[in-house]
Nanobody, 119 residues
Framework: QVQLVESGGGLVQPGGSLRLSCAGS?????????MGWYRQAPGKQRELVAV???????NYADAVKGRFTISRDNAKNTAYLQMNSLKPEDTAVYYC????????????WGQGTQVTVSS
C-alpha cells in the first residue's frame, strides 16, 4: 500500500522546462520523510539530483544547481522537481525517493519517469 508515483516526464527541447511530481500514498507521511529525486541514465549509476528534508532544507547535485528546484507540499503528500534550462545530459529516468527521518530510515522508491532532452 505504500507507494510513490512519479509523473510529468516527457520529451523536451534543450533549454526547456519540465515539472515532475511525486505523489505518495497515505502510508508515507511526508512530514517525517526526507524526499529526494534521483536519476539514472542508460549505462550509468543512479545519482542524486536533489533532496529536501522535512524542515525544507535542500541539497542539489552540482550539475543541476541553479536550474532545478525541489519542493514539497506535505498537505498534498506530493513532492516536485521543477527543471529549467534542461540539457541533453539531463536525459535519464528520474526516480522519487522517500526516506523516513526516524528510526530505521526506511526508504521507498517510485517507478521512475523518463525525461528526454533532445532537439
Amino acid at each position: 500500500q505504500v507507494q510513490l508515483v512519479e509523473s510529468g516526464g516527457g520529451l523536451v527541447q534543450p533549454g526547456g522546462s519540465l515539472r515532475l511530481s511525486c505523489a505518495g500514498s497515505s502510508g508515507i507521511i511526508f512530514g517525517v520523510n526526507t524526499m529526494g529525486w534521483y536519476r539514472q541514465a542508460p549505462g550509468k549509476q543512479r545519482e542524486l539530483v536533489a533532496v529536501i528534508s522535512s524542515f525544507g532544507r535542500t541539497n542539489y547535485a552540482d550539475a543541476v544547481k541553479g536550474r532545478f528546484t525541489i519542493s514539497r507540499d506535505n498537505a498534498k503528500n506530493t513532492a516536485y522537481l521543477q527543471m529549467n534550462s534542461l540539457k541533453p545530459e539531463d536525459t535519464a529516468v528520474y526516480y522519487c525517493n522517500a526516506r523516513f527521518e526516524g528510526p530505521g530510515h526506511r526508504e521507498y522508491w517510485g517507478q521512475g519517469t523518463q525525461v528526454t532532452v533532445s532537439s
